[in-house]
């Protein structure tokens, strides 16, 4: 089998039904499996896939696990060469898998690919692929340091900006919208680090790859559709809000913290309690 696309889902009906068309419509020659772990949805999820698919390999989960064990439920049914993490908030709009695969097949160092992912609107999704997520970086990214000097390429690391955006790369980090990965790299490195619930599961998930001697790429030979933040985020915002910023804290602690003087580290983390606490004003102020 070529392909095991791996889905977690929560509340996200609305967006299921038509990525799972365009992924029937745009796979013809590939053979390959979906694989849907549910998180509990209450939007009828589950009915609608045992009646719509009933070949499709479903997982009900009694509540919320967390994007990241969805996610290692799935790859550890999965059978094909190759894994794919795929958010349920996206579509295809041309044959996205194939030449994935393709690449994958003819350059056997690559060990993770992503596609040129895009907004509703067509425009290129910046965050799809990016750096480590060193603090240099992201201070320039959230901070928009990088936007005051763009030839810098440390406050400019983030988003890696300086790259084309039609041209294949070797990249630090992608994205876990649409991340696809050898069955090799998982063989030898596991599953994604469940100590995230969600968010930056995937850039560890990357450097560790790295580190076990596999490249990460950005190769745009194709290209999907990302609904970014219209998955389950969405179902509980002010816990989606608390988990991001966790993610953060987590990930830094367990890659970078070694490297920096104490009092760097708790700065750094006074930093990140106080972006969460104004994300959770400006949602309240918000009303939604």
Known sequence: MDLSICLVTLNTLAYLEPVLASIRKYTQGLSYELIIVDNASTDGTVDWIVKNYPDITLVRNQSNLGYTRGNNQAMALAKGDFLLLLNPDTLLTEDCFGPQIAYLRENPQAGITIPKVLNADGSFQQQSRRGDARPVEVFGYFLKLGKLFPKNQALNGYLQSWLPEDEIAEVKAVSGSCMFIRREVHEKIGGLDEQFFAYQEDSDYCLRARQAGWKVMYVPLSSIIHYAGE????????????????????????????????????????????????AWLKRFLRGK
């Open 231 to 278: 998955g389950g985020s969405k179902t509980n915002p002010y816990h989606s809000i608390f988990q991001w910023h966790r993610s953060y804290y987590l990930y830094y602690r367990k890659h970078f913290s070694r490297e920096h003087f104490f009092l760097f580290n708790w700065f750094y983390y006074l930093v990140m309690i106080a972006k969460l606490l104004l």
